[in-house]
């Protein structure tokens, strides 16, 4: 049984999917052909080695790159994510690796920069407060002072704050580009916890990453790319050991490796996913 089975079951339609994508840039094929569906109260891991695709693909959802060819879907309609404020106004919302943030501000001040509610011709400093510590506190975080400059901060407080900047305005989809990247064990486990109160709350997470181990606690599904293509979809209580042989392609999902069989120890396929 997955440790996944008692969350709230994920609804028929996907609210973001991409049909038949393609990205090259110059003479390189970032992406070819990639099929994809995230759906509500999902966690969606994207996995894949350096040179997969995953940041390409992070870029297409969160309006950062268009693609060459095929189509973006929100709740099954086209759409064109043709910048990140333009996916933004769709309910899509983006956290990538750099994280964005201005160290010499505090969490206030990076959570609202650039949106900062005024009253009158001054800054509603009260309601910028209130707001921060109600995101705060929604994703269970354990930053002490929303008047703490950013860079004093830990690596997961500060992944956290870049979370709650992305929650203004209450998207739909969040997309987080190696989230744990260069975090110590116990800022990585914080922000997979954070990863699941994002799921409770409702939204639709793609999870963007390398590190398949970590994937494998919070993802419901996982897609392997590899070289630019989708090579499976696997379920998120997949072993390490089969995860890893359809990353480096050493089994093709919903393929027996040739030879395989009972007492081969190849992973067992069912409807092209790893079982």
């Known amino acids: 049984m997955s440790e996944h089975d008692d969350a709230p079951s994920v609804p028929d339609g996907p609210v973001l999917s991409l049909r038949g994508v393609s990205k090259s840039f110059g003479g390189v094929r970032a992406l070819v052909d990639v099929d994809l569906e995230v759906h509500e109260r999902e966690v969606l891991a994207v996995v894949g080695d350096n040179g997969a695709g995953k940041s390409t693909l992070a870029g297409l959802l969160s309006g950062v790159y268009r693609p060459d060819e095929g189509q973006v879907l929100l709740d099954g309609a086209p759409v064109v994510l043709g910048s990140p404020a333009a996916a933004r106004a769709h309910g899509i919302a983006a956290v990538f690796q750099d994280l964005a943030l201005v160290d ?104 963007v990453s390398h590190q398949a181990g970590e994937l494998q606690a919070v993802a419901d599904r996982i897609v392997v790319l590899r070289l630019g293509r989708v090579h499976g979809i696997v379920d998120g209580d997949t072993s390490y050991e089969d995860l890893l042989a359809a990353m480096t392609g050493a089994v093709r999902p919903g393929r027996a490796p040739r030879g395989g069989g009972p007492g081969t120890g190849s992973p067992r396929t069912e409807g092209g996913v790893l079982r």
Do not use: C, Y
């Open 104 to 207: 010499d501000l505090d969490v206030v001040e990076n959570i609202f920069l650039a949106r900062e509610p005024q009253r009158g011709p001054f800054l509603d400093e009260i309601t910028m407060e209130r707001e921060a510590w109600g995101l705060l506190d929604q994703l269970a975080a354990s930053v002490p002072s929303v008047r703490q400059a950013v860079r004093t901060l830990s690596g997961g407080q500060r992944q956290v704050v870049a979370v709650a900047r992305a929650l203004l305005g209450s998207p739909r989809v969040l997309v987080l580009d190696e989230p744990t990247s260069s975090l110590a064990i116990r800022q990585t486990a914080e922000v997979l916890n954070l990863i699941e109160k994002l799921r409770e709350r409702g939204h639709a997470v793609v999870l």
